[in-house]
């Protein structure tokens, strides 16, 4: 991890760069899911096999294989402990009911002779990306999929690779436990356009959610105004704020526990303490010997990851202020007093036992969020984001009378004299043809008048 302090020179110089992330020429990425999209348009089920085939490691005789069936779904759970399904159950239940205190509801807006209606309508099918290139990811199925079923979306479909034909059961029985029957066995930019266009075999969906690698980020970027998606995802990324009151041990396992998921992932320690950070580091360096992926972590804290020395607490919260990153960790005596000047940042973390891995899983707010700095002006993913709200508007001829004398002269002023005639007939009652052409030859004279 690189070391670097707000009191350096050139610290303003790099700054910036550590605020865009990794940048990296992504065009020969762009113009190769491009040339897919195109191909699947044009060959549907055929061309969503060959990728598979090319890209997934296994060989689907037919589109059917490629779909999981009910006896599939129901096999997986005999590879499942006791405990894991109580495990997968429990982080279910607590997810459910944290989103479904969160639903938002129908309002009516009443005034005298008017009425309007928010009302709040699901989307009718919604894609789930499950990633499971590099391991399988049961949380993300629970955390895409529950905020779904609380919004009331009755189709809900998962793909995920399924490396050699084979699917994480750990994934599947998630699936089962969220109530979602659908499962594609395919993965990569592939999955996505098949959920964004359909084909032969292959539904069409409303909404595209959950993470995935760079060339499923890309297809996502592609489709997106074709079908909804939730974001464009880059690499997990983890920010987190110390003042030394804290055992050094708790942040440097916490970015390294980011740093596992894959070797882009974006780890950042802040603290006005400086031989507290030099403490970090070293720990750092000792415990991830031990981890199983200590090759992706150590590229991870190579390439993307700092240690930021500042002056102060107040401008180690400016640093991750101007950082937004999703996920911002809080380790400092007065965690509750830093949170409420944090503006930017996809989920917050108090303490000590609020460790990024309890968000993770089953905390109950999903863990798809804002990364990239987008944390500035997006959100997590939520109920919301699987509803749709639609305005039904009532006014009484009476109280249209009464406003229409502004509704009239403002639309006057944009020049849009059909919608200032269309509110002059409600004036005194639509009448005949030849009352609604004196209406606009009247403002006709009027328009020329003016000019």
């Not at 060989?59 to 129901?74: C, F, G, T």
């Not at 290139?133 to 479909?157: C, E, Q, R």
């Not at 999703?326 to 965690?335: A, D, S, V, W």
Request: proline share 5%.
């Amino acid at each position: 991890m690189l070391f670097i302090s707000t009191t350096d020179p050139e610290f303003d110089v790099f700054f910036p760069k550590i605020c865009a992330r990794i940048a990296r020429d992504e065009s020969e990425v762009e113009k190769k899911v491009r040339n897919m999209l195109v191909d699947i348009r044009e060959r549907g089920d055929e061309a969503i096999l060959e990728y598979t085939r090319k890209f997934d490691g296994w060989n689907p005789l037919s589109p059917e294989s490629v779909v999981m069936k009910k006896s599939e779904i129901d096999e997986a759970e005999k590879y499942i402990t006791k405990e894991e399904r109580k495990s997968i159950e429990f982080s279910f239940n607590r997810i459910y009911k944290y989103h479904k205190s969160t639903f938002p509801g129908n309002v009516i807006y009443r005034e005298r002779g008017v009425r309007i209606q928010r009302k709040v309508i699901p989307l009718d099918s919604v894609g789930i990306y499950c990633p499971g290139g590099k391991a399988g990811y049961p949380s993300t199925v629970l955390m895409t999929a529950v905020p779904a079923i609380v919004a009331g979306v009755k189709n809900i479909i998962v793909a995920t690779p399924a490396p050699g034909g084979k699917l994480n059961p750990y994934t599947i029985f998630a699936a089962k436990v969220a109530g979602i029957e659908k499962i594609y066995k395919i993965g990569g930019a592939q999955a996505i356009f098949a959920f964004a266009f359909g084909s032969q075999t292959f539904e069409k969906v409303d909404k595209i959610v959950g993470p995935g690698n760079i060339y499923v980020a890309t297809a996502k970027k592609l489709v997106q105004g074709s079908v909804g998606i939730d974001t464009i995802a880059g690499p997990s990324e983890l920010v987190v704020i110390c003042d030394g009151s804290v055992n050094p041990i708790v942040p440097a396992i916490d970015v390294i526990a980011q740093a596992e998921h894959d070797e882009r992932a974006f780890c950042v320690v802040i603290s006005n303490i400086e031989s507290y950070l030099i403490q970090v580091k070293n720990l750092i360096h000792t415990i991830m010997k031990y981890m199983p992926r200590r090759e992706i972590i150590e590229e991870a804290f190579r390439s993307n990851s700092y240690l930021i020395h500042t002056r102060s607490l107040d401008e180690s919260i400016d640093i991750a202020n101007r950082i937004a990153p999703e996920h911002l960790g809080i380790l400092t005596k007065n965690p509750f007093s830093v949170a409420n000047k944090i503006k930017n940042a996809g989920t917050v973390f108090i303490g000590v036992n609020s460790p990024p891995a309890v968000g993770d899983y089953l905390a109950g707010p999903s863990h798809v969020l804002p990364t990239g700095g987008t944390a500035r002006f997006a959100s997590g993913l939520s109920v919301e984001d699987f509803v749709k709200k639609t305005n039904i508007i009532f006014f009484t001829k009476r109280r249209m009378i009464e406003v229409s004398e502004h509704a009239i002269r403002l639309a006057e002023m944009e020049g849009l004299f059909g919608h200032s005639g269309s509110l002059k007939l409600r004036l005194n009652s639509i009448k005949s043809i030849d009352y609604v052409l004196k209406i606009f030859d009247e403002d006709r004279k009027n328009v020329n008048k003016k000019l």
